[in-house]
């Protein structure tokens, strides 16, 4: 079952995996986390840590820091290139994004019980027509979606582990963020928390490069917009 929420680009698909798909994401995930550990990103100029613990999987990984938002092929604490995203995600791309190209990042985002994400686009990719694609695993939050301009009207509504979430169209741009994380509505994590895995497409594809859609292309490795 799909459901459309607003806007035509904003598809949720409730229970998209069920505990036992969930089950083997995590297991893939394990393995991701033990070659590119979570780490805490920094907001830019002021430094100031972010709730979220973070990590990569993909040819390119998502930094934050003093030195603004980019995407970079390796991991910014051990060096080594971020792991290839598992084959169960791919595939769940293939199934929802509606886009023929594959994705070149997968930022993994763990929320403890008092972590939340503020208001923001993701817009540091070159190519706007690629959707984003998340898929919530353990515990449950309250998801805020707006418009593409901030101060714009939001909605609110609750995922819950093995959602998927597809922002793309005229919502690939839309404000979003997470008020609050439910603590103890999934066993799925045994410590606990919300995992959020968020598939994008980074860089213009090759048949992509003559559309005037997305930011400029020097802009992936060096944006500092959020």
């Given amino acids: 079952m799909t459901l459309q929420i607003g806007s035509s680009g904003l598809r949720l698909y409730p ?39 973070m990590s990569n999987c993909g040819p390119l990984g998502w930094i934050s820091d003093e030195r603004g938002y980019r995407y970079e092929p390796a991991h910014p604490q051990t060096g080594r290139p971020w792991p290839a995203i598992p084959d169960i995600l791919l595939r769940l791309w293939s199934e929802v994004a509606q886009y023929r190209h594959p994705p070149e990042a997968c930022l993994i985002n763990y929320y403890d019980p008092n972590a939340k994400m503020g208001l923001h686009q993701d817009r ?13 695993l353990g515990d449950s939050c309250l998801f ?6 901030r101060g714009e009207a939001t909605r609110s509504f609750r995922l819950n582990s093995g959602d998927v979430l597809v922002l793309g169209g005229d919502a690939r741009l839309a404000f979003h963020g997470v008020d609050r994380i439910y603590s103890n509505t999934s066993t799925l994590l045994s410590e606990g928390g919300r995992i959020n895995l968020t598939m994008r497409r980074v860089t213009r594809a090759p048949s992509e490069l003559g559309s005037n859609l997305g930011a400029p292309e020097s802009a992936v490795l060096g944006s500092s917009n959020r």
């Fill in 124 to 136: 540091d990719e070159a190519d706007f027509s690629a959707p984003v694609v998340s898929l919530s």
């Fill in 144 to 149: 805020r979606v707006g418009g593409i301009k």
């Fill in 15 to 53: 229970e998209y995996f069920d505990r036992q798909a969930q089950g083997a994401v995590l297991a893939a995930l394990r393995g991701v986390l033990e070659a590119a550990p979570l780490f805490t990103q920094r907001m830019p100029k002021s430094g100031r840590p972010m709730s979220v613990g």
